[in-house]
């Protein structure tokens, strides 16, 4: 059974606002990712991190930022929200072996009006 | 490229109406086929893993299959709380171990 929260759950900002999306795990993963999906869409990959201060970009280009100081932690950032970045972010995490299975969170949707 | 596609993309059964979802792929390498569930608004589910052609695994009325090209998901007489979009996705040795995921079947069982 996954541990992995994700707050808020829900977002309503204004365009130009800056939001950071909280994710956390209590399972001790070192791997850790963040997709994006639209309604009816695949899932697709934003970022992803191997371990404390390690982050890469994804396949899909997205002006998010995120960092990882803790193992259990890795936060999103959006300095500057646009109305293009509605959508439902998803976290994730895994055990950094050759196969991993990855465990999502409940997600947070997020609505730039 | 990897390439997941899955069908079809909805599906209505009534209540003990057993059927598959299938799920077709291209990979360079295959590490792991996923099978995931998501119901609306939530976060993908985690179901089943599959590494090798001819694997199988079971859950409860899920049953999931493994050949070279496709996994299919069979369901056994599905009820109502089956309902829910259901995700393929694969892992190849190229990368950083990344899931290309397949855009899932809508399934809804009637009663």
């Known amino acids: 059974e996954a541990d992995i929260y994700q707050t808020p759950r829900y977002l309503v900002i204004g365009t130009g606002k800056k939001i950071t999306l909280e994710c956390s795990q209590t399972m001790g993963h070192d791997k850790m990712y963040w997709y994006q999906q639209d309604p009816g869409m695949e899932l697709h990959l934003i970022h992803y991190?191997?371990?404390?201060?390690?982050?890469e970009k994804g396949d899909l280009s997205s002006e998010s930022t995120v960092s990882r100081i803790r193992t259990e932690h890795f936060p999103l950032t959006l300095e500057s929200a646009r109305p293009s970045h509605t959508s439902q972010y998803l976290c994730a995490s895994s055990i950094r072996q050759s196969t991993d299975t990855q465990y999502f969170g409940p997600g947070t949707r997020l609505t730039v009006l | 490229e990897d390439q997941v596609t899955q069908s079809p993309e909805a599906l209505r059964l009534q209540e003990g109406e057993s059927s598959s979802l299938n799920c077709s792929y291209t990979v360079s390498g295959l590490r792991g086929l996923f099978w995931y569930r998501q119901d609306p608004g939530k976060g993908p589910e985690f179901l089943f893993t599959l590494y090798s052609a001819g694997e199988e695994k079971e859950k409860e009325r899920l049953k999931a299959t493994l050949t070279k090209k496709e996994s299919f998901l069979h369901i056994t007489a599905p009820k109502p709380e089956d309902s829910a979009t259901y995700l393929c996705a694969v892992q190849g040795s190229g990368g950083y171990n990344k899931l290309i995921f397949g855009a899932g079947t809508r399934l809804a069982v009637h009663p």
């Open positions: 991190s191997y371990g404390v201060n390690s982050t």
